[in-house]
């Protein structure tokens, strides 16, 4: 097995243009360390099981290298010329295409990427970005508030853009189809765009705010880009993608199209969890979210440490991190690597799943104010509806930003909404 050893080299220093990635790697019993690590590196390369003849050493310089292991962590460096520029579809076909189902190892995980700079500057990164996000919607400084109509899927149009109207109204930024309603026959696409953009336009007169909707656009590719136009045909600055099902290859067609039609793009992430949950396995939620980032997403969910989907505190505010900042420094403890986004513009972070008005205080402190706060039953369940519910979360935004405690506004008689939505939700963090 000595032409895996070739891809082990603990003295390599990873060139200014090298592609780093950070595996979590799990040997099978009894394969020696750096076989298992040479494996990967090749098998993610330009190696395989058996010695070739056809191997010239202009071949043999293109080789990934492990260079470091520390633990049950392994870095890999490639170099640059492995890679397409300006293709996701080619990096993750390179770097997780055929290494997780070798038979070598017990289980392995990616658990970051550092991309260099000519490969970041190769994607278009995200069009608006948070302040770009922040000056079209008219909110300087507070934290943004959205929802999706509950239950999810199964109102008619009419019954859909009543809920859009009802929040509105209420005090939210923004309406959010949700993962699985696209153009059902029970809530077409086209009807739906059209109806809530008389509402949008309604709930914008009478409230003087800016209103907008993550309309869900996914689908196939073509299809895709018929619905973005009808989103841009009734003014709305947002298109939905479910960036997982519908892949880096539909994501980057979709974010050539919004460069045109001037749409920003919220993200998705059904399914992540199919292969980000298992901590030993996979692909952290981490490298998919920089790799949006990359693609020119302006929105991605993030989760919220204290709702009802898997998402530990520090992992949501590592990717925060990653999201918003120009920099990110490494860190061992979290496995995270140094990235410098260059010109790439930061990513709005969406805490969403499970969150109520009592949780937005925490969530606030988590992520400061350049986050999108997204609640559904929280806002739906409420005991006097939408629009009271959408009143309470706005309620509580306004009095975590003034420094009170929900405790204390709820007492205002204008905060009749907060009060109820206290007495109902409490402080419960769901399961």
């Known amino acids: 097995m000595s032409q895996y050893l070739d891809f082990v080299d603990y003295q390599y220093k990873p060139k200014k243009d090298d592609f780093i990635c950070l595996f979590r790697f799990e040997p099978k ?17 330009n190696g395989t ?3 070739l003849t056809t191997l010239k050493e202009h071949i043999r310089k293109l080789r990934a290298r492990a260079f470091e292991v520390k633990g049950e962590y392994v870095k890999i460096a490639y170099p640059l010329d492995l890679f397409e520029l300006g293709s996701m579809p080619q990096v993750y076909s390179a770097v997780v295409g055929n290494i997780f189902g070798m038979k070598a190892l017990e289980n392995l995980r990616l658990e970051d990427i550092t991309f260099p700079e000519k490969m970041v500057k190769s994607f278009y990164g995200p069009q608006f ?3 770009g996000v922040r000056k079209f919607m008219k909110i300087p400084k507070r934290p943004m508030l959205a929802t999706v109509p509950k239950p999810k899927v199964g109102m008619t149009t009419p019954e859909h853009a009543k809920v859009a109207y009802d929040a509105w109204t209420g005090g939210l930024d923004f309406l959010k189809d949700d993962e699985n309603l696209t153009d059902q026959k029970f809530n077409r696409y086209a009807a739906r765009a059209k109806l809530c953009a008389k509402m949008r336009d309604k709930a914008e007169k009478e409230t003087g705010e800016k209103k907008d909707y993550f309309i869900n656009i996914t689908a196939e590719t073509k299809e895709m880009v018929r619905r973005a136009k009808i989103a841009q045909d009734y003014d709305f600055r947002y298109v939905m993608v479910d960036i997982v099902t519908c892949g880096w290859a539909g994501l980057q067609t979709i974010r050539e199209h919004c460069e045109d039609s001037k749409q920003a793009i919220h993200a998705h992430r ?24 990359l693609v020119g997403v302006d929105n991605i ?17 590592s990717l925060e991190s990653e999201m918003e900042h120009h920099m990110v420094n490494p860190s061992e403890k979290q496995k995270v690597l140094q990235q410098k986004w260059f010109n790439i513009k930061p990513t709005l972070a969406v805490s969403s799943g499970g969150l109520h008005p009592g949780l937005i205080p925490y969530v606030i402190k988590m992520l400061g104010n350049d ?22 979360s706005r309620q509580a935004i306004q009095a975590t930003l003034a420094g009170e405690t929900l405790d204390e506004a709820a007492k205002r008689t204008e905060n009749k909404a907060l009060r ?10 769901p399961i």
């Open 29 to 45: 019993k009894g394969l020696p360390l750096n076989e298992a690590i040479g494996r990967v590196a090749s098998e993610s390369s």
């Open 420 to 429: 109820e939505s206290i007495e109902h939700f409490g402080y419960e963090r």
């Open 301 to 317: 969910h993030i989760g919220t440490a204290v709702g009802k989907l898997v998402s530990p505190r520090q992992e949501v505010l």
């Open 49 to 51: 099981w058996t010695e």
């Open 371 to 392: 986050a999108v706060l997204q609640l559904g039953g929280g806002i739906h369940g409420h005991p006097h509806g939408t629009h009271a519910g959408a009143m309470a």
């Open 129 to 131: 970005g948070v302040q």
């Open 270 to 293: 059904a399914m992540h969890a199919t292969f980000t949950r298992n901590p030993k396995h996979g692909l952290s939620m981490l490298a998919l979210a920089k790799s949006a980032r």
